[in-house]
């Protein structure tokens, strides 16, 4: 049913969007690998393959998953995953639809967790353009052995986050905020309608480890921000999102949604004028 | 009808009974109005003593304009309440004067100026018309200091951006861009360096790049050796309004921007395929130089931004 | 006076004249200035008071609070673009590098005592402002308030609305936040989009390319000199006109063209108008206490290459943004030269057009109706179809471009893609006037119909009869309506004390 109604939606959207994008979709998916380098003066890279051997910086500490996990990682996976992404995690499902799913060899733990902590995946619909967050169907623990089963497939990075905010800047992390953010997040962090039935969430209720999973994987259509933020950079970056953005200093009042001038016009219009009006009509005649 | 004074005032009518019910106050209770009134009055002014208590102990600031709100608001409730119910309910009249003056002051009036001036005018006509046309011409003249002295004509300043050949990429930091920096699906803010916090740099410069591959990629034809290492440079300011297109969709390989949702594939070298912007971004030609940084091969092939007359 | 006078209390209060002490002083002002005649006049003058007319009321006292509030704003805002560091108790901006013009934005929020309270009550007063003008336009059209002799007076009013709307915008401007910067920025394109002109106009304002350092101080000078110094002449020829050609007034009982039946200027109108002040003041401060209006230190500074999505202009220039996100990217590239219709059209076109039709609307009805009659009576909405059709379809069409500028916000809430509510709002924009217009002339037709439609209802007593028939019959008339019943009088040139019987609250009871 649901695929009808996109169906439809997508008829006339085809007049506007050009056809190389459906295939481009998939064809992304089924390549992709973590080749990104953080900026950081620490960071030790092995130069055959360009991929990132240490980080360095203390502002985030990564930790790969144990490998004991890993066996309790693939029953979850079989049990789980498997149906979509397919028993060797490659995105070919038994049924044999090859391609259709993203191929989750060699994404790197933190992506794993990404997906999985936010209960965005197991997928509700599969066919969805966007999976939504909900409340999560495995817990942290499970979370942790799924990525590390599939890290044992094809050991990459960035590992699972821990940032340590005590040290952030919030001032920094403002600044990265409105020029790396913003722009899909709102600067409020309410998030808001993307192209073709995509959106960028909100950012109100999200932890600090998910930010940095976010920031670093770019999770699909989000961009990855790799090495041009230093872990330093990251870091303040959550620091801002996990205060301001999450307990927001509405100093003046109510916040009326984040939604900017249309909230307010309607408020200053029914409220304002409306009351006034009404007032009016008490203060004058009615004949 | 009686005589009316020349405010339309009957001379006649002396007086009015104070026992005329014109006087009478509208409230059927006019005591208990009167009570309720005092006590909105009380209510005011308990409020507005409290907005200068909140302020001296300088309370949150809503407590401020809920004090100030309220002791203005109780205060003007009860002197409309006290115009409205207990004052002389009326209603009342008055005529209005024809605005209109009489024809024979009407003929005075268009006399005077048609009469009168006509006659300068008639005998006069090469002066009315030289001094019309040297007001005209002031008219004019006057407009030059109002207009031209507020700023510099564009010439070809809309024209450039500030990359050269060979100009670094550097991110808002001034950190040049390195070819490993990006992962695929990874997009920075760039500024010809120097110019990065620069107002020039930051509103016409400012470029997004974005890596949609791990090899070289080509856009359109012409443009072979423009996107390097798939790294695929275009200038963030909407060809629509200018805001900066800093939105971008990795997987639909999307570039839109914020404003008003202008689409740009960012595949095919910016070609927008909804929305009201009507060109493509334009795409800057890059190079990665031997130690591996990002570089302009030269300047953006047009201006940038949104359309202009002379943009040909 | 005698020098025989004696001095006494009773002697002074005699020779003082029947009016005491007071009545010496103005007999002084009067010697003075001469105001005896007019101030009488003017005391005597009545007002109309209808409900209705009291949204020029709320415009008016919206502009009072619009310059105290503004008056103490610029006692604190610095109009420098120079840059810089913010050091304040708003941490996530501290050691930014910022303009002085928002740095002292931000100052003035949290570390001036009651100037938060100022900034967002200048902010409310300013939407209210502008909202007010639009309902109180909207009432004179729909009544017919601007046929002879007040033509000149909607003139007046539509050049007030033009000046409030761009005074708001260069207002919220000023503070040099992410949001309105980036109106900013989008102005410059609105300007260079004029055709042969545009470059020059563009850089002949902004002292330069966008973003230009002159650019805050000369929309400062603007907001708070030169627009206000036209707002107050105007607003000053606005209230000159209405006094002299007295305010117009429903048909009803004792009304007629050559009357006015209401209240006189002191005290009742007076007492009931400054009432009103205090209660719009009221309601504005409330506002400004407990809803958050253009929280500029969340947005940030503006910088030319960061942008906020899900932003809008305030709410009176939406419809020139929804104007340009729904306008398909028809631009004109031709023989060297560029026209981008795509922003003149929207921005420039359609604003010139819709305000060029509002001026010409007194003429424009002089023509189709052949009225060139005086009209101090106001016609009920209903009883002109065809104008109340045409006032509705203009509203509609403005309405849904409001709502247009916020389409992406609409495509987040109700889940549809982006596209979709766009080509929902162009087709909604489209038609909304074709399908305003007959609703509303049906509407206004059948009003017409019913008998009595429009006018106050009497109430009716419904009984039952032992047979079980519903009678009707009109209400007895309730005591506080006999005051309507009353035939409308002069103000009396002064009022006879007589003496009768009062209670022990001093009031008089008189015969009705």
């Known amino acids: ?267 200053g219009l029914l409220i304002g004028v409306g009351l006034l009006a009404l007032l009016g009509f008490w203060v004058g005649e009615r004949q | 009808m009686s005589e009316h004074d020349d405010h339309g005032t009957p001379v006649s009518l002396k007086g009015l009974s104070a026992n005329d019910p014109h006087l009478q106050p509208a ?145 808002i930091t001034g950190r040049r861009v390195q070819v490993g920096d990006l992962a695929v699906g990874s997009i920075v803010t760039v500024y010809p360096e120097g110019r990065q916090t620069s107002d020039r740099g930051q509103a016409v410069d400012q470029t997004v790049l974005v890596r949609i591959s791990n090899e070289n990629f080509v856009t359109q034809k012409g443009r072979e050796t423009w996107g390097p290492h798939g790294y695929l440079a275009y200038s963030k300011l909407c060809t629509h309004l200018g805001c900066p297109v800093g939105l971008y969709e990795q997987e639909l390989q999307l570039l839109v921007c914020p404003c008003h949702q202008s689409m740009f594939n960012v595949t095919n070298g910016a070609i927008p395929q909804f929305g009201p912007a009507p060109r493509p971004l334009p795409q800057l030609p890059l190079y990665v130089d031997a130690s591996g940084y990002i570089r302009s091969q030269k300047d953006y092939d047009q201006p940038v931004g949104p359309g202009f007359w002379e943009r040909s | 006076m005698s020098s025989d006078v004696v001095n006494t209390k009773r002697a002074k209060a005699n020779a003082a004249g029947p009016y005491g002490k007071v009545g010496q002083a103005l007999n002084e002002l009067d010697d003075r200035l001469g105001v005896a005649k007019g101030g009488r006049t003017f005391m005597d003058k009545i007002f109309p008071d209808h409900w209705s007319f009291m949204l020029g009321e709320i415009v008016l006292y919206s502009f009072v609070v619009l310059l105290v509030t503004g008056v103490f704003l610029t006692l604190y805002y610095i109009p420098s673009t120079a840059l810089v560091t913010y050091h304040g108790s708003y941490l996530p901006l501290d050691g930014q590098r910022v303009t002085e013009a928002f740095a002292s934005s931000v100052n003035l929020s949290f570390a001036v005592r009651a100037g938060l309270l100022m900034r967002q009550m200048h902010h409310w007063a300013c939407d209210i402002f502008i909202g007010a003008m639009v309902v109180h336009m909207a009432r004179i059209f729909f009544t017919g308030a601007f046929r002879k002799p007040r033509e000149l007076n909607w003139t007046i009013g539509t050049t007030l609305l033009i000046l409030a709307i761009v005074n708001g915008f260069l207002g919220y ?52 000199l030169i627009v206000p110094a036209l707002i107050l002449g105007l607003v000053g020829a606005h209230l000159f006109l209405l006094v002299r050609q007295k305010h117009t007034q429903f048909p009803g009982k004792g009304r007629t063209e050559k009357n006015v039946v209401g209240t006189p200027m002191f005290p009742v109108f007076m007492a009931k108008t400054t009432g009103f002040l205090l209660m719009v003041s009221g309601v504005i401060a409330l506002l400004g206490a407990f809803a958050q209006i253009n929280p500029i230190w969340q947005f940030g500074p503006y910088e030319a290459s960061r942008i906020s999505y899900a932003v809008q202009p305030d709410w009176y220039m939406g419809f020139l943004d929804g104007a340009l996100r729904i306008w398909p990217s028809w631009s004109f590239h031709s023989f060297g030269h560029t026209i981008p219709f795509e922003v003149f059209i929207p921005a420039v076109v359609l604003p010139g057009i819709i305000f060029n039709i509002a001026y010409a609307w007194p003429a424009i009805e002089r023509h189709f109706t052949k009225d060139n009659e005086m009209h101090n009576l106001l016609d009920r909405p209903s009883n002109r179809p065809k104008r109340t059709a045409a006032g509705v ?84 008339v309730y005591v506080d309506d006999a005051h309507s019943e009353l035939e409308a009088t002069p103000v009396p040139r002064f009022i006879i004390e007589e003496p009768d019987e009062q209670d022990e609250s001093g009031v008089r009871t008189a015969e009705r």
């Open chain 1, 1 to 267: 049913m649901l695929s009808i109604v996109s169906m439809f939606a997508m008829g006339p959207l085809v007049l506007f969007v050009g056809s190389a994008n459906a295939s481009s979709h998939t064809a992304d998916q089924t390549t992709r690998k973590n080749s990104g380098t953080p900026n950081s003066s620490d960071v030790t890279i092995n130069p055959k393959t360009g991929v990132v051997i240490s980080y360095g910086d203390s502002a985030i500490t990564y930790n790969a998953p144990s490998t004991s996990l890993a066996k309790l990682g693939q029953a979850l996976f079989l049990q789980n995953c498997a149906s979509c992404h397919g028993t060797a995690a490659n995105g070919v499902p038994a049924d044999g639809t090859g391609g259709a799913y993203p191929n989750l060899v060699g994404v790197g733990p933190a992506t794993i967790d990404f997906w999985v902590d936010s209960g965005r995946m197991p997928a509700a619909d599969p066919r969805a353009i966007q999976a939504n967050r909900r409340a999560p169907r495995l817990n942290k623990k499970q979370a942790l052995e799924i990525a590390s089963w599939v890290n044992s497939l094809d050991p990459s990075y960035p590992d699972i986050p821990t940032p340590h905010l005590k040290d952030a800047n919030v001032s920094d992390g403002a600044a990265l905020f409105a020029l790396n953010c913003a722009a899909c997040h709102t600067i409020e962090g309410d998030g808001d309608a993307l192209a073709q039935g995509t959106y960028a969430p909100s950012l109100r209720n999200i932890p600090a480890f998910e930010v940095v999973e976010a920031i670093r994987t770019g999770p699909g259509n989000m961009p990855r921000f790799t090495g041009n933020l230093s872990d330093k950079q990251v870091r303040d970056v959550v620091k801002y999102v996990t205060t301001e953005i999450q307990h927001p200093q509405n100093t003046g009042g109510l916040g009326l949604g984040g939604l900017g001038p249309v909230a307010e016009g309607f408020v």
């Open chain 2, 27 to 171: 409230a059927r209770n006019p005591v208990l109005v009167e009570r309720v009134i005092a006590v909105t009055f009380v209510l005011g002014i308990v409020l507005v003593v409290g907005f200068g208590a909140c302020y001296w102990v300088n309370a949150a600031p809503w407590t401020l304009g809920a004090t100030m709100g309220g002791g203005l608001f109780f205060l003007g409730v009860g002197l409309v309440a006290w115009g409205k119910y207990l004052m002389p309910k009326g209603p009342f009249v008055e005529e209005r004067h024809v605005l209109a003056n009489t024809d024979q002051d009407r003929d005075a009036f268009a006399a005077a100026i048609v009469e009168r001036g006509g006659s300068v005018i008639k005998r006069r006509k090469m002066l009315g018309g030289l001094l019309g046309g040297g007001l005209g011409l002031f008219g004019v003249v006057a407009l030059f200091p109002l207009l031209r002295s507020l700023g510099p004509l564009p010439k070809g300043t809309l024209f450039h951006t500030d990359w050269r050949s060979g100009t670094y990429a550097v991110d």
């Open chain 3, 173 to 224: 401007s000023l503070p040099d936040d992410l949001v309105s910067g980036t109106g900013i920025r989008i102005a410059f394109s609105i300007v260079l989009s004029i055709p042969f002109v545009g470059s020059y106009l563009g850089f002949f304002v902004f002292g330069g390319n966008f973003p230009g350092a002159t650019v805050i101080p000369r929309f400062y000078i603007l907001h708070v």
């Open chain 3, 393 to 476: 379809a203009v509203l509609a069409l403005l309405s849904t471009l409001f709502i247009a500028s916020s389409t992406d916000v609409m495509a987040n809430f109700f889940h549809l893609p982006l596209t979709e509510v766009l080509w929902g709002m162009r087709i909604l924009v489209i038609l909304s006037p074709f399908v305003a217009y007959p609703i509303t002339w049906k509407i206004c037709k059948e009003v017409q119909a019913v008998k009595g439609g429009g006018k106050r209802k009497t109430t009716n007593v419904v009984t039952r009869t032992a047979e079980g028939e519903y009678v009707a019959t009109a209400a007895p």
